[in-house]
């Protein structure tokens, strides 16, 4: 199947404080790339979805400019939480299609980001 | 609004015990249905896409099912290794998934 990369895989980052986190198609061109996060026992929440080289849209409730997301190339997104709060605590998982439409999704190992 | 619910929400298994777990949806317009391991602290691992009621697809020891209101993902003779947490996705229209919440399964030796 095909190879999507997260980094980091954990983080741990002081309260007011930015974190970026990358997500990468390693052998394939993504279309679209999903950001997911995911409370303990919970589903996966969709955060908002990209295509290459356009905005981002973001689901209702999640904010724009706390979740920054970029798409700058077909096989790079990065998701940014700025000025991060405990609350912002939580799994996030992006996963990327190689077509638009209906494509399964590959994962990416997700990153356990904790504020402190 | 979509609903995928899973059930059940957990299931403990004697290794070589076969059974099902549940995928039900309310989706308008169904496009396709995706089958996704995850294993404690990793992204969930693709399993199957299934798009039409009547589909089937095999996997080694799983069986993915597809009705117009459910998918079932069979298991003959797990194994402890089967042990993690099978998702299930709808897509409609939009193309956007809706996940459900997932089954925890656990295979005991």
């Known amino acids: 199947g095909a190879v999507v990369s997260q980094h980091p895989s954990r983080v741990i980052c002081k309260s007011g404080t930015s974190v970026k986190i990358e997500c990468r198609s390693l052998d394939f061109q993504a279309t679209t790339m999903f950001w997911y996060r995911q409370f303990p026992k919970q589903s996966l929440m969709l955060m908002a979805t990209s295509n290459e080289g356009s905005k981002a849209t973001y689901e209702q409730g999640v904010e724009k400019d706390k979740f920054l997301i970029n798409h700058a190339s077909l096989t790079l997104s990065t998701l940014t939480v700025t000025s991060a709060h405990p609350e912002d605590s939580s799994f996030y998982i992006c996963?990327?299609?190689?077509?638009?439409?209906?494509?399964?999704?590959?994962f990416g190992q997700g990153t356990r980001l904790t504020v402190v | 609004e979509d609903q995928v619910t899973q059930s059940p929400e957990a299931l403990r298994l004697q290794e070589g015990e076969s059974s099902s777990l549940n995928c039900s949806y309310t989706v308008s317009g169904l496009r396709g249905l995706f089958w996704y391991r995850q294993d404690p602290g990793k992204g969930p691992e693709f399993l199957f896409t299934l798009y039409s009621a009547g589909e089937e697809k095999e996997k080694e020891r799983l069986k993915a099912t597809l009705t117009k209101k459910e998918s079932f993902l069979h298991i003959t003779a797990p194994k402890p290794e089967d042990s993690a947490t099978y998702l299930c996705?709808?897509?409609?229209?939009?193309?956007?998934?809706?996940f459900g919440r997932g089954t925890s399964l656990i295979v005991h030796p």
């Open positions: 996705a709808v897509v409609r229209g939009s193309y956007i998934p809706t």
């Open positions: 996963s990327a299609s190689y077509r638009q439409g209906l494509s399964e999704a590959f």
